[in-house]
């Protein structure tokens, strides 16, 4: 039987379980939305409205189901305003599919309206970019694209659609099977790790990046730790593959971390990384470890080859799926672990740091945050983008494998808004909580639209210093009482909300922010709460004045 490209391709989609599309739509792919329609009882569509947001919003659906998100745009400014979206799921090792409108076959290389080279463009961002040029090949081509989105390192895949390839007709085949390969660790590797565990004195389990599943966060690693009495550090913005509160987790590494999580990392003689890339931030510049140190006391175990020895050399290094590798381990016993102390100490540097700290302004973010966290079930969400408002909540939102966390390891402001809806389509059961800087939000805050449409019930909290409070810090440290383009002059953000059809609040002081809160999650609609704090109080425990005192 033959059908046209676009419906083979939105039957590939339906074959491999996609629920929910995110697009702004566009005249250069009308035949897919077109046969999206006649599937929209088991393919929601969801119409942003520009295509950063639907680019993040897939991002963060392939971030928390673990399957691909899916994004379609437009040729040209679409694709290219979706670049943000597939930088942040290279960047963030998240499985995701981002479909573009393009020119017809004949007009390439004619400087036709609106074209792009996407192979080219894409093809430093995505694990995969291809433009497909014969509509019989669709179903191996979106098969290849799901397959690649999720095996190895998970990452973003671009498929470029031109125009006429959509209306040509092919035979309809077997969908192929599309499920990604995994890698396992060898019982050679897992003897070796006992081996090197048994003869340590100062050990330490680091947790990253994308692709665990709940039962091997929740019961494999989690028992190896405990069995094994380890202290387990996660990396930035990693911090709900374990349950904050068990005794074993003693942080997460990232911007803003603990002193003396990082004194830790430099005291252990065996760091256990599994799933993490040891990227920049996580290792603080590249300057937590010298190669030398890492050559003696890393085991770095991480689904894709090519991260193994990338920037540090290592004592043992493995190709496995982190799932695979934490269920190998499972079972793994040390005979007589002899670092009980130096795991409760870490613990006790963790629950210090943890707790609120004083401030300068009207508004206390420590007190705010740590209210949310106490307030908030256990199975809610809670995303954000990037800005230093961000580092009160790695420090005081206290995660777990069932409180997700959704944050741009990519650093990408305007992440936090799109995510949460996203969140909130994907578990409309659960609350999603979405926290933007106001520099953050507004990149993004239109997506408070699409939000009131789809009956996305987000509560969003926008931290309003009246400055970009990063580039601010930065800029008072190398060039102090010389502040240029960093201030901000914004809108009354609660009658913004309220424009949108949302529910709203301003607060100024720390004691208004529990009942506007209490409010916002009752509302029963989208809703803001705007909290307007000091631009001195960039930080937790940080001022401005600390920052030009180079502390």
């Not at 400014?77 to 573009?100: E, K, N, R, W, Y």
């Not at 995969?128 to 973003?156: H, N, S």
């Not at 933007?436 to 805050?445: E, H, N």
């Amino acid at each position: 039987m033959k059908k046209s490209c676009a419906r083979l391709l939105v039957d590939s989609l339906l074959a491999h379980g996609v629920d929910r599309v995110f697009c702004v739509p566009g005249e250069s792919y009308l035949p897919v939305l077109d046969a999206l329609h006649d599937v929209r009882d088991r393919i929601q569509t969801v119409a942003c409205r520009m295509e950063a947001g639907a680019a993040n919003m897939a991002e963060a659906h392939g971030k928390l189901t673990g399957r691909p998100g899916v994004c379609m745009v437009t040729r040209g400014p679409g694709a290219t305003h979706a670049s943000v979206g597939v930088h942040t799921a290279h960047q963030d090792s998240t499985p995701m599919l981002l479909f573009i409108g393009q020119v017809a076959r004949a007009d390439k290389g004619r400087g036709a309206f609106q074209e792009v080279d996407y192979e080219a463009f894409f093809g430093p961002l995505a694990k995969w970019a291809v433009e497909l040029g014969d509509a019989r090949r669709t179903q191996e081509i979106v098969a290849r694209a799901y397959a690649t989105a999720v095996q190895g390192r998970m990452g973003p895949v671009a498929i470029a659609l031109p125009e006429d390839v959509l209306a040509e007709e092919a035979e309809t085949l077997s969908p192929p099977d599309a499920t990604g390969a995994t890698s396992e660790l060898g019982a050679h590797v897992q003897a070796l790790i006992k081996m090197h565990l048994e003869a340590a004195e100062r050990p330490l389990l680091l947790l990253g990046g994308s692709g665990w599943l709940p039962s091997a966060r929740e019961h494999f690693i989690q028992r190896f730790a405990e069995a094994n009495d380890l202290p387990v550090a996660l990396s930035f913005r990693r911090k709900d593959l374990l349950d904050n509160a068990s005794p074993h987790f003693v942080g997460d590494l990232g911007l803003g971390t603990n002193p003396k999580l990082l004194q830790r990392l430099r005291d252990a003689d065996l760091i256990l990384a599994i799933g993490a890339r040891l990227g920049e931030n996580v290792t603080q510049g590249y300057s937590l470890f010298t190669r030398a140190e890492t050559a003696e006391k890393l085991i770095h175990i991480h689904p894709d080859p090519s991260e193994l020895g990338r920037v540090w050399p290592t004592r043992l290094s493995a190709v496995a799926h982190p799932c695979r590798a934490a269920e190998a381990l499972a079972d793994v016993r040390i005979t007589s672990p002899r670092w009980r102390a130096w795991r409760e100490a870490a613990r006790a540097d963790y629950e210090a740091w943890s707790r609120p700290v004083s401030v300068t302004g009207a508004v206390n973010m420590s007190e705010v945050v740590s209210h949310i966290s106490g307030a908030l079930p256990a199975d809610a969400i809670v995303c954000n983008g990037a800005g230093n408002y961000a580092a009160w909540l790695h420090r005081f939102i206290q995660h777990s494998p069932e409180r997700r966390q959704l944050a741009p390891t990519s650093g990408a402001m305007g992440y936090g808004v799109p995510a949460a809806v996203a969140a909130k389509l994907a578990h409309p059961e659960r609350e999603v909580v979405a926290f933007a800087g106001d520099g953050c939000f507004l990149m993004t805050g239109q997506e408070l639209a699409t939000a009131v449409q789809y009956g996305a019930n987000v509560v969003i909290i926008v931290v309003d210093n009246a400055s970009y409070g990063t580039i601010r810090m930065h800029q008072e440290r190398h060039f102090p009482g010389r502040v240029n383009a960093t201030d901000l002059r914004n809108p009354d953000f609660a009658a913004y909300a309220r424009a949108f059809g949302a529910w709203s609040a301003t607060v100024e002081t720390t004691a208004d922010f529990a009942p506007a809160f209490a409010e916002a999650r009752a509302a029963g609609k989208p809703a803001l709460v705007h909290v307007k704090t000091s631009v001195e109080d960039i930080s937790p425990g940080r001022t401005l004045a600390m920052v030009r005192a180079g502390k």
